[in-house]
Structures are given as C-alpha cells and as structure tokens.
C-alpha cells in the first residue's frame, strides 16, 4: 500500500457506517415475506450476530496480514491470484453500484420527481460522483464524516417529532410464528451489508484501532436500526407494510408544532448519502483497476466506471438490478456470501498456506 | 483553469437542477390544485368531486374583477379514482395537483360497498399527504364537498377545522388516511372513520359532524351514537379534552363537567377460561356549569357526589358502547383483541383464531378515577 494516502479509522467507520445506513434507510417490507412487525425487532440482533460472522476473514486479514488490502493477500500467493481477486471485487463493486444506483432512481423517481423523467438527476448525480471519487479517499472520508453528523441530526429531528404518534399498540407479539421469520428478516439485512468488502480493500488504509471501530459501527447500526425500525412499526402499524420507503412514510408524518416537512431533509440526507456511498464505491472500483491493470489512469478508471453503471442503469433500464431486487432471498444471500465471505475466506486461507509452507521450507534449510 | 471548470460544472448544476418549475404545464396557473376529493361510486366506476382552488381569485383576491368563488368544483368520472382524476385534464386543460389536497370524502353508499379498490391510489400515489383526514358524507360525496358554506369559504378548510375539534370535544373523530389503512388492514380493530352531514341552511349549507362509522373488512356496517363516539375516544385513549353531563337527584342539579386531562389502561387477562378486560380511565375534571331549580353551595359532600356520578356514567357509558359493538354488532372498533393477541399470543393462537367469534363472550370492566380540580369563580350555584 506504499504511496497511498491514509485516513483516520473513524472516518473510514464513518463512510461505512452512512453506506449501510443508506441501506437501512431503503428497507421495504413490500414485495418481501410478510413478517410480523415485531419480529424485526430481534431480527437486527441476529443480523448483527451473522454479520460479525461474515466478518470472519476480515478479522482475520486484519490479524494475519496487517497493512495489505486483499489483493496484497492475493498478491502473496500469486500475482495471478491477485489479478482475478482483483476482478473479482471490481465486478462486485459495480454491481454494488447499480443496485445503489437503481436504489437512487426508484427513490427519486417514486418520492421526488414522480412526474418527470429521473434520467438527468441519474447522470448529474453520477457525474458528482466522478469527479468525488477522483478527489480520493480523504475527500471522500471528510464528506462523510460530516454527512454522517447530518444524517443523525436530521433522524434526531425525526424521531423526536415523531414521539407523540407512537403507539405501542401497533406492535404485533414477539415471535408469533417462531424464530423463523426473525432469521429470515436477519439474513436479509446482513446480506444488505456489503460494506465488510469495502473493509476488505480500505481497512489497511485507515490509521488507528480498527477492532474499536467497528464494534463501535456494529453498535451504532443495530441501535440506528432497533430505533428506525421501531418508529416506523409503533407509528404506521400495520400501513408500514403497504409502503415501498416506510421510513420516508415516517418522515412525511413526523410533524410538530410549525415545523413540518421533515420528509423534505430526509430526501436531502438520503441524496447526499447515496452520492457518498456511489463515489466511494467508483474510487473502489478504480483502485482496484489499478492492482488488474496500470496504476498511471487511476481517474480514467474511474471515468470508465461511472460510464457503464450510467449506460447500464439509463439505457438498461435497471434490467440487473430489476432481476437482482426481484431474486429471492436465497439467490441473494448466496451471491452475497460467495462473493464477500467465501472469495476474500480461500484467498486468505490460501495465502496463510503458502506462508506456512515458506516457514517450513525455510525451517528445513 | 481547473478553478473556471469547477466553477462552469456549478452553473450547469444550478441551471439544470434549480429549474423544476419551469417544466412546461408543471407550473402553478397549469395545475388544478385540489383541496378535497369526494369519491362516489357509480354503476360504470366511479365519480370524483374535486374541489379546487380558483387561482386567479385567490392570487388576486383584491383585484375588483368578478373572478369568481374562491374554489371551483369538478365532477369527472372513470372506470378508477386514478382514471377520474386524470380525466380532470380533459374537461380542464390543467393537471391535478394532489399533494395540496386536505380531504379524502367518500360517500354513504360506497362506504357500504367497500372502500379497499379506492384507497389503493391514495396509498400508491407518493402525492398524497399521509396524515390527510379521511371522512364520510351522509349523503354523497359530491354533495359534501361541493357545498357552499359562505362567499370565499374553503369547505375543505371548514371541515378540516370541524375534524379538528377532536381536541376539544369527545363527540368528534378525526382519522388520517395512514391510521385508518392501518385499521382497516388489521384482522382484529375495525377501522372507523366520521360521518359528515351537510344541512342547508337559507342560501347557505352548514356542515357538521354527524356520527362515526365502522368498518367491518373494508364496509361501512353501523354507525356509533355520541356517548358511544366518547366511549371509543377513551378506550383508544385519543380523548383530550371534552364536556359531559351527570344529574344529582339529591341536589336536583345537572351539573356540566370540563374534561382537563384522561388517560386510559387497558389489561387483559384470562380468568376461569374467560377473557377478561380491565379499564382503568383516570380523569381529571372542572365544573363548567351546575344547573338547579333551588340554590346551593358547591360543598365537598356535593363535590365527593359528583365525583362519584361521574366516575359511574364513565363506567356505564363504556360498558353499554362495548355491549353494543360486542354483542350487537360482533365489532371491535376498541382494539381490545390486538391487545389480547400481543399479551397472550400463545393462548390467541390455540383458542382464539377468530377473534369476531370470541367477542360474545368477552369480558370488559370499567374501573372510572374522576376527581374535580377547579369549581370555577361561584362558590354556589346560581
């Protein structure tokens, strides 16, 4: 990682944690199994627990490999495994791409501009995101940091507004129709944490005690997401389930006194964390172009990046996004864990052979 | 060179996304804005009564020029509430702007044909406004929201502010668009909306409220009569402040009591195989008004007697308001069986299912707390 600039670990735990609120903030119970509304309560508690599973072969990257990013482990092993890591991830990336993109388009085009064409708000949006992510890594941490003190206090604001309409009455019994569904709505949510690859390639580039961090990150997620989840059950009741973005619906009620239209800072919040989330994962993208391919054209990485997820999402109308969004949840979650948890779990696994091997070659000589 | 290029990539921000307005027929004097929408059913779908604002009026109200009332009324009709709506353009050349909108009416006859197939839009259209009041006319919705109230009257402001009045009155019941989709999407609480009536009055129509209705599914099967209306405020706990009358036949007195402050508990338990409900209203009340042929000091014997007839009519009022829905309607408009199910789920599951079944015999006891706080300024009555 020799040459590239180093951020704070609480700035990157800031980026991350406001990437995987966004995808809090995108959570509807339309189209998905119907699940009792307290059963999501627990739900986050587990999904906490499998995601600190899944972050196994980070933690042990962190441990084994200190200051190399996965493809450095790859790299290890053989510079051909590091290539296809590489590629590997950068598909991912763009993937992970799209579908916050598509996320973007179907928030806009629904809430914001139901009556006009969302295209243009797509191609400025991503042209934002662009040029952001050619400012590098600390630009980017910088933004989110304080995009990430916004959003609290806009979800501050909201909740407390919020408090007079809350009725416990709405809530349904924990666990009616077993554990089940709780595990189900779990791996859901821990499948939405696409953030530990982004770990997977950034935490070497974060100064400080990353162990700290992310407990912290864990904790603030699954108290963000007990609290939301719980104004949106106790104030809708069972309308939150008719909704495509209950936690706007939650937005639009949350009124007191003479001020109203939280709904229009939470749009504001909303946009700004998805352009954060879209540039951070193109500088992801272009930085691990640069390990496939040539360091010099980083930013035309970034250029070219940008270029499909836009010629995808406005001439394709989301047709891979449709088809994942519309995927169950098995499909999801094994794409999910092929790609987080298996691919960076062998390369570790093969880099600490290798290592091993080296010492008992060396031991022998 | 790079500053000038940030700077041109600004303005091209600002010029193409500050210039929303702009868009042809998106602009103000293009767009019906609707204040209430009325939905009748008919034999071919539906018919929707928009009532809007007369731009030209309300942007120049001072102007001289005979520019007519201040809202306009539209009746359109389609196959859907969507296909009506946007019918308006035909007739008007302009696109209906729902998002100002602040009255959803319905009419007697469709709410006792289901409403579900005309909630879907109010639901689905990002537009609409969650916490827009949902009501029902006596007659038509057309006839409710076409009324005319007065010269430069907005009906729709008028019954917003009636609806309002579940502030101060226990008789009135204002439900948004959000609270009633979520009763009536539950198995359990039947959804309940008022029922406005429009009378007219000389030239003019007056309208107030007139009962509430509950929805048994998605229609509209009885109607509660006012003590029941105050009976389902304190059992939803949504009462805040109201007036209520008890008679003392010692002091010969009616006295006329100020709800300050209530707040209702609910338990349910399982006794002897039988559910039971336990309410506890606690009240706190000022004498508004003691109405006696013959004179009498309001003395704490007086006081302690009002207290308790109080405390007793509370009881009755609730208790006769639960027979009535439970026995002769097989209705729980209360929601005691959603807070049955979330106590014991267990015992909901294995002998319940059905909670409509249940209710006959389903037990409620009212346990009333009223204290009086202020006599106001006579120490006697006049």
């Given at each position: 990682?020799?040459?590239?600039?180093?951020?704070?670990?609480?700035?990157?735990?800031?980026?991350?944690?406001?990437?995987?609120?966004?995808?809090?903030?995108?959570?509807?119970?339309?189209?998905?199994?119907?699940?009792?509304?307290?059963?999501?309560?627990?739900?986050?508690?587990?999904?906490?627990?499998?995601?600190?599973?899944?972050?196994?072969?980070?933690?042990?990257?962190?441990?084994?490999?200190?200051?190399?990013?996965?493809?450095?482990?790859?790299?290890?092993?053989?510079?051909?495994?590091?290539?296809?890591?590489?590629?590997?991830?950068?598909?991912?990336?763009?993937?992970?791409?799209?579908?916050?993109?598509?996320?973007?388009?179907?928030?806009?085009?629904?809430?914001?501009?139901?009556?006009?064409?969302?295209?243009?708000?797509?191609?400025?949006?991503?042209?934002?995101?662009?040029?952001?992510?050619?400012?590098?890594?600390?630009?980017?941490?910088?933004?989110?940091?304080?995009?990430?003190?916004?959003?609290?206090?806009?979800?501050?604001?909201?909740?407390?507004?919020?408090?007079?309409?809350?009725?416990?009455?709405?809530?349904?019994?924990?666990?009616?129709?077993?554990?089940?569904?709780s595990l189900t709505a779990a791996l859901d949510a821990a499948t939405r944490t696409v953030e530990l690859a982004f770990a997977a390639v950034l935490l070497p580039r974060a100064n400080g005690k990353a162990g700290r961090a992310f407990a912290v990150c864990l904790l603030a997620f699954t108290c963000f997401a007990e609290l939301i989840l719980f104004f949106v059950f106790a104030g809708l009741g069972d309308f939150a389930q008719t909704q495509m973005f209950p936690v706007h619906a939650v937005a639009v009620l949350s009124e007191f006194s003479v001020f109203r239209r939280f709904d229009v800072l939470l749009t504001g919040v909303w946009i700004l964390s998805a352009f954060i989330k879209i540039?951070?994962?193109?500088?992801?993208?272009?930085?691990?172009?640069?390990?496939?391919?040539?360091?010099?054209?980083?930013?035309?990485?970034?250029?070219?990046?940008?270029?499909?997820?836009?010629?995808?999402?406005?001439?394709?109308?989301?047709?891979?996004?449709?088809?994942?969004?519309?995927?169950?949840?098995?499909?999801?979650?094994?794409?999910?864990?092929?790609?987080?948890?298996?691919?960076?779990?062998?390369?570790?696994?093969?880099?600490?052979?290798?290592?091993?091997?080296?010492?008992?070659?060396?031991?022998?000589? | 060179?790079?500053?000038?290029?940030?700077?041109?990539?600004?303005?091209?921000?600002?010029?193409?996304?500050?210039?929303?307005?702009?868009?042809?027929?998106?602009?103000?004097?293009?767009?019906?804005?609707?204040?209430?929408?009325?939905?009748?059913?008919?034999?071919?779908?539906?018919?929707?009564?928009?009532?809007?604002?007369?731009?030209?009026?309300?942007?120049?109200?001072?102007?001289?020029?005979?520019?007519?009332?201040?809202?306009?009324?539209?009746?359109?009709?389609?196959?859907?509430?969507?296909?009506?709506?946007?019918?308006?353009?035909?007739?008007?050349?302009?696109?209906?702007?729902?998002?100002?909108?602040?009255?959803?009416?319905?009419?007697?006859?469709?709410?006792?044909?289901?409403?579900?197939?005309?909630?879907?839009?109010?639901?689905?259209?990002?537009?609409?406004?969650?916490?827009?009041?949902?009501?029902?006319?006596?007659?038509?919705?057309?006839?409710?929201?076409?009324?005319?109230?007065?010269?430069?009257?907005?009906?729709?402001?008028?019954?917003?502010?009636?609806?309002?009045?579940?502030?101060?009155?226990?008789?009135?019941?204002?439900?948004?668009?959000?609270?009633?989709?979520?009763?009536?999407?539950?198995?359990?609480?039947?959804?309940?909306?008022?029922?406005?009536?429009?009378?007219?009055?000389?030239?003019?129509?007056?309208?107030?409220?007139?009962?509430?209705?509950?929805?048994?599914?998605?229609?509209?099967?009885?109607?509660?009569?006012?003590?029941?209306?105050?009976?389902?405020?304190?059992?939803?706990?949504?009462?805040?402040?109201?007036?209520?009358?008890?008679?003392?036949?010692?002091?010969?007195?009616?006295?006329?009591?100020?709800?300050?402050?209530?707040?209702?508990?609910?338990?349910?338990?399982?006794?002897?195989?039988?559910?039971?409900?336990?309410?506890?209203?606690?009240?706190?009340?000022?004498?508004?008004?003691?109405?006696?042929?013959?004179?009498?000091?309001?003395?704490?014997?007086?006081?302690?007697?009002?207290?308790?007839?109080?405390?007793?009519?509370?009881?009755?009022?609730?208790?006769?308001?639960?027979?009535?829905?439970?026995?002769?309607?097989?209705?729980?408009?209360?929601?005691?069986?959603?807070?049955?199910?979330?106590?014991?789920?267990?015992?909901?599951?294995?002998?319940?299912?059905?909670?409509?079944?249940?209710?006959?015999?389903?037990?409620?006891?009212?346990?009333?707390?009223?204290?009086?706080?202020?006599?106001?300024?006579?120490?006697?009555?006049?």
């Amino acid at each position: 990682m020799k040459g590239s600039a180093k951020i704070g670990v609480w700035q990157l735990c800031c980026v991350l944690l406001l990437s995987r609120l966004l995808s809090t903030l995108t959570f509807s119970p339309v189209g998905a199994e119907r699940i009792n509304s307290s059963d999501y309560f627990p739900s986050v508690i587990f999904a906490a627990m499998m995601i600190l599973l899944f972050s196994v072969p980070l933690i042990l990257q962190k441990h084994y490999f200190p200051g190399k990013d996965i493809a450095d482990v790859a790299y290890t092993v053989s510079p051909l495994l590091s290539k296809a890591t590489g590629i590997s991830y950068v598909l991912c990336f763009s993937f992970f791409t799209l579908v916050a993109v598509a996320r973007l388009e179907m928030f806009v085009g629904t809430i914001v501009f139901p009556d006009s064409d969302s295209a243009l708000f797509i191609i400025l949006c991503i042209a934002a995101a662009c040029y952001a992510a050619t400012l590098g890594l600390e630009a980017i941490g910088r933004v989110g940091t304080i995009s990430l003190v916004l959003f609290t206090g806009a979800f501050a604001f909201i909740m407390m507004a919020m408090a007079d309409k809350v009725e416990t009455v709405n809530l349904s019994p924990v666990f009616y129709d077993g554990v089940e569904p709780s595990l189900t709505a779990a791996l859901d949510a821990a499948t939405r944490t696409v953030e530990l690859a982004f770990a997977a390639v950034l935490l070497p580039r974060a100064n400080g005690k990353a162990g700290r961090a992310f407990a912290v990150c864990l904790l603030a997620f699954t108290c963000f997401a007990e609290l939301i989840l719980f104004f949106v059950f106790a104030g809708l009741g069972d309308f939150a389930q008719t909704q495509m973005f209950p936690v706007h619906a939650v937005a639009v009620l949350s009124e007191f006194s003479v001020f109203r239209r939280f709904d229009v800072l939470l749009t504001g919040v909303w946009i700004l964390s998805a352009f954060i989330k879209i540039s951070l994962l193109l500088y992801l993208q272009s930085e691990m172009l640069q390990k496939v391919f040539s360091r010099k054209w980083n930013k035309l990485y970034v250029l070219l990046a940008g270029l499909l997820i836009l010629v995808i999402q406005v001439f394709l109308a989301g047709t891979v996004t449709d088809y994942y969004f519309t995927a169950g949840l098995a499909a999801r979650a094994g794409l999910y864990i092929a790609f987080v948890v298996l691919v960076p779990s062998m390369v570790i696994a093969a880099a600490l052979i290798k290592r091993k091997r080296g010492h008992q070659h060396a031991q022998s000589e | 060179m790079r500053k000038v290029s940030k700077m041109l990539f600004l303005v091209l921000l600002i010029v193409l996304l500050l210039s929303g307005c702009s868009t042809p027929g998106l602009e103000l004097k293009n767009r019906l804005i609707v204040q209430a929408i009325g939905i009748d059913e008919t034999q071919d779908g539906v018919r929707v009564t928009l009532q809007t604002l007369n731009t030209e009026m309300a942007g120049n109200p001072n102007s001289g020029a005979d520019l007519g009332e201040v809202t306009r009324c539209l009746t359109v009709e389609g196959a859907t509430v969507s296909e009506a709506i946007s019918n308006a353009a035909k007739s008007e050349g302009k696109q209906p702007l729902i998002s100002q909108n602040r009255l959803i009416v319905f009419g007697r006859e469709t709410a006792k044909s289901g409403l579900y197939t005309h909630l879907d839009y109010f639901v689905r259209n990002a537009s609409t406004r969650l916490t827009v009041p949902v009501a029902v006319s006596d007659t038509t919705a057309e006839e409710l929201v076409s009324a005319s109230l007065g010269e430069n009257v907005l009906t729709a402001d008028s019954i917003t502010d009636i609806l309002d009045g579940a502030r101060y009155n226990t008789n009135i019941v204002s439900q948004a668009l959000y609270e009633f989709v979520n009763q009536l999407s539950s198995e359990l609480t039947d959804a309940f909306i008022p029922v406005l009536r429009m009378e007219e009055a000389g030239e003019e129509n007056k309208i107030s409220m007139y009962s509430v209705g509950v929805f048994q599914d998605d229609r509209m099967t009885y109607e509660l009569s006012a003590d029941d209306v105050t009976a389902l405020m304190l059992l939803t706990d949504k009462a805040q402040s109201g007036y209520f009358s008890v008679d003392n036949e010692a002091y010969s007195a009616q006295t006329v009591l100020r709800i300050k402050k209530t707040g209702t508990k609910i338990q349910s338990k399982v006794q002897n195989g039988k559910i039971l409900f336990n309410v506890q209203v606690k009240m706190t009340v000022d004498i508004l008004e003691t109405r006696s042929d013959t004179p009498f000091s309001l003395d704490k014997a007086y006081l302690l007697q009002t207290e308790a007839l109080a405390q007793q009519r509370i009881s009755e009022m609730i208790e006769a308001a639960v027979r009535r829905c439970f026995l002769e309607q097989n209705s729980d408009p209360f929601g005691f069986g959603q807070r049955f199910w979330k106590k014991y789920p267990a015992q909901f599951k294995s002998d319940v299912v059905h909670w409509r079944n249940a209710l006959p015999t389903v037990e409620v006891k009212t346990q009333a707390d009223v204290s009086v706080e202020r006599v106001g300024n006579g120490v006697e009555n006049l």
